[in-house]
């Protein structure tokens, strides 16, 4: 088949790069900290601070218990405040001009087409670039009829690749393991085959209508291994397609 024209659009990495940073603080949640955290203490300095053999930081008041003594009030001491601890009104959240968002996503998926690209982020496939397949991708619901089709496609080594290499991230609430980045499957309508989708780490299924540069490019580095169906074409915004042609 004819591939669309945004498949020429020339690869620009620095915008892709620009427009997956903007995107990706839009999850960022604001957090911060108490204004009084570790100043809650009696600690003072003595006065005059000097001539008494010890280091001239504020301490606890009192005598004969646990805590007199301690130092406190200050920074980089047990139970202090931070030196500079977040705040919760700063602005996490990034904006990115409705242009230039478009024009990463053309370039991104021009670059799902390179070979030397996709090899580059360390993908393993045997079929040719891009791989566009049948709309009866979007009919399957189970997870051991995608497996068949992802070894027929030549992608099930990348999906092995991907759930062999996790990557640990750690959160203010916990530790987890995330699987690597592996083929990334564009239908236009997504509904059934992300059920089946989540038995196989790292493969991940977007619809065509919000096809964003974190799908295409995860770390931002363009030329993730991506399955196309016919229809999937169809689902591009016009304003993409429109960028692609330039």
């Known amino acids: 088949m004819d591939l669309p024209s945004i498949f020429e659009t020339p690869l620009r990495e620095d915008v892709i790069n620009r427009v997956f940073v903007a995107q990706a603080s839009h999850g960022m949640q604001p957090q911060g900290r108490d204004s009084l955290a570790g100043e809650r203490t009696t600690a003072e300095s003595g006065h005059p601070p000097t001539g008494r053999g010890i280091a001239r930081i504020p301490r606890v008041k009192g005598e004969r218990y646990a805590k007199s003594g301690m130092a406190g009030a200050v920074a980089s001491i047990v139970h202090g405040r931070l030196p500079q601890p977040p705040r919760s ?40 670039l891009p791989i566009v397949v049948s709309d009866d991708l979007e009919k399957i619901t189970k997870a051991r009829d995608l497996k068949k089709f992802l070894g027929a496609v030549g992608a099930d080594k990348d999906v092995a690749r991907a759930g062999e290499r996790k990557k640990k991230v750690t959160s203010a609430l916990a530790r987890r393991v995330r699987p ?67």
């Open 89 to 128: 009104e700063k602005v996490l959240r990034k904006e990115i001009n409705a242009k230039e968002r478009y024009l990463a996503v053309a370039s991104a998926i021009a670059a799902t087409a390179d070979k030397a690209l996709v090899q580059k982020r360390g993908h393993r496939f045997s079929s040719n």
């Open 180 to 246: 690597g980045a592996g083929p990334l499957i564009v239908v236009s309508n997504a509904t059934n085959l992300r059920k089946a989708s989540k038995a196989f780490p790292g493969l991940s299924v977007a619809s065509s209508s919000s096809l964003s540069v974190l799908d295409l490019a995860p770390g931002s580095n363009p030329g993730r291994l991506t399955i196309w169906t016919k229809e999937s074409f169809s689902g591009i915004s016009k304003n993409v397609l429109n960028i692609g042609g330039k």
